[in-house]
């Protein structure tokens, strides 16, 4: 990560924001490892490079641009909330494990024999450009995810089902180095650290102004008003 970056964490519960503000740090949303396809890895506090992410999870739901209804409002509560955080601060950080998914259903296509009469399914195989400068470390990490994850996992995690990429994802973990969990990083993965941290800034959106927040999520700290960690 550069040194400058800054991390990311929303949520759309206030209760949760006002627990976080309180007590002066974010704090797993899991200590024991739940069983659920879609269970968060225990222990682990999960942050985002991306203001636009960050929003999406403070807004409660992909209402960035968009004008959120009163009754999508009555239930979720008016407010949502997005902290910062200092990238210094971050402990044996791992790529969240549905990035990890998604790097199977971004690099990896059906394939078809178009010579045969009627076409013949040839499978699903890795698909990263070899004119990509990092082509051998990105086929190197496909191999070893796919080979990691169950057959249903691989097969439903390059169809894009998202639940099947994060229980693949996490399966995978396991089978990649450092080294590897650092690539998966720097290309984009968000971010899964371990134990809580402490924010360095707060941020309350109102739903109601979710349309003048930009498509990109780039404006969303001007749409939010800053909200005192302490006092």
């Known amino acids: ?118 076409w013949r399914n040839l499978g699903l195989h890795v698909d990263i450009p070899e004119d990509d400068p990092e082509h051998v470390q990105k086929l190197v990490i496909w191999r070893k995810i796919a080979t990691a994850m169950t057959p249903r996992q691989f097969q439903r995690s390059a169809q894009g089902l998202i639940a099947y990429q994060a229980s693949g994802g996490k399966r995978a973990l396991k089978a990649l180095t450092r080294a590897d969990k650092e690539l998966l990083i720097k290309w984009g993965a968000h971010i899964a650290h371990l134990g809580p941290i402490k924010p360095t800034a707060c941020w309350r959106i109102d739903r109601t102004k979710s349309a003048k927040i930009a498509k990109d999520g780039s404006n969303f700290l001007q749409i939010a008003e800053p909200v005192p960690l302490h006092g």
């Open 1 to 118: 990560m550069r040194a400058n970056d800054v991390l990311y964490h929303g949520t759309k519960d206030e209760n949760l924001a006002k627990a976080i503000i309180a007590c002066g740090e974010i704090r797993p949303g899991a200590t024991i490892q739940g069983r659920g396809h879609l269970a968060s890895v225990a222990r682990r506090t999960y942050l985002t490079r991306d203001l636009r992410y960050a929003a999406v999870y403070a807004l409660g739901g992909d209402f960035v641009g968009t004008a959120m209804g009163d009754q999508h409002i009555k239930v979720r509560g008016r407010y949502g909330y997005a902290f910062t955080c200092d990238p210094a601060q971050l402990r044996d950080p791992q790529p969240d494990e549905d990035c990890i998914g998604a790097f199977i259903g971004r690099h990896t296509k059906q394939r078809w024999d178009t010579s045969a009469v009627p």
